[in-house]
Structures are given as structure tokens and as C-alpha cells.
């Protein structure tokens, strides 16, 4: 009943920046927190960012904290991930996930916390 659609993955080089986004339909009413992950091969599926969509309140990895931002359009139900300064680790399949309660003051950062999933968008940056 929730469909998530991310889009903007693409080659890059390293020091440049992308913009992922994450459309959101179905019943997005019944979506609390939504956060991005990624996946590098031979890697665990690991937490980049996440926000809420009422307050907006945002939390980051220790690794993409100052050069990621996530941000939303409750609008166009649309979530977003700016990446910018990326280097080749950054290089992942990207996920978008929703989690239909929650508190403001969590973060989420586990897969288990999540319901919904969309199907990635890869990121490339090259050296």
C-alpha cells in the first residue's frame, strides 16, 4: 500500500556532488520517519540519514555528516539526499525507507526499524 520510487543515482566524480530523491505513494499518511541507506558490495546495509516528515527533524551518519543533507517536500511527498563532496566511498546502491510510527526524537537507524523499502538507485564516484 506504500510504493517508494528513488531516482538521481548516477557516475561521478569524486568532489562532485548528486542529489537523490525518494517519491513516495500509496498510503503516506501512514509514513512517520523516512531515512536513506546504502550498500556497497561485499558491505552491510548501513544507515546514511533520516528525517520526519511533520517537524523535519533530521539525523545523520557520522560519516556523511557535513557534506550530506537530507530534506523533504511534503508537497510532492518527495524525500531528498544532496550529497555533496563525494568521495569513492560513498560508492553504494542507495535506499529509501519508511517507518509508519515513530518519535521525533530517534533517529532510526536500523534496517528493522523501517517497513517500506524502495528498489535503490546506484551511486558511482570515481577516483
Known amino acids: 500500500q506504500v510504493q517508494l520510487v528513488e531516482s538521481g543515482g548516477g557516475l561521478v566524480q569524486a568532489g562532485g556532488s548528486l542529489r537523490l530523491s525518494c517519491a513516495a505513494s500509496g498510503r503516506t499518511f501512514s509514513l512517520y520517519t523516512m531515512g536513506w541507506f546504502r550498500q556497497a558490495p561485499g558491505k552491510e546495509r548501513e544507515f546514511v540519514a533520516s528525517?520526519?516528515?511533520?517537524?523535519?527533524?533530521?539525523y545523520y551518519a557520522d560519516s556523511v555528516k557535513g557534506r550530506f543533507t537530507i530534506s523533504r517536500d511534503n508537497a510532492k511527498i518527495t524525500v531528498y539526499l544532496q550529497m555533496n563532496s563525494l568521495k569513492p566511498e560513498d560508492t553504494a546502491v542507495y535506499y529509501c525507507a519508511g517507518r509508519p510510527t515513530g518519535s521525533q526524537y530517534i533517529a532510526y537507524q536500523q534496517m528493522s526499524d523501517y517497513d517500506h523499502w524502495g528498489q535503490g538507485t546506484q551511486v558511482t564516484v570515481s577516483s
Open positions: 528525517i520526519t516528515w511533520s517537524g523535519g527533524r533530521t
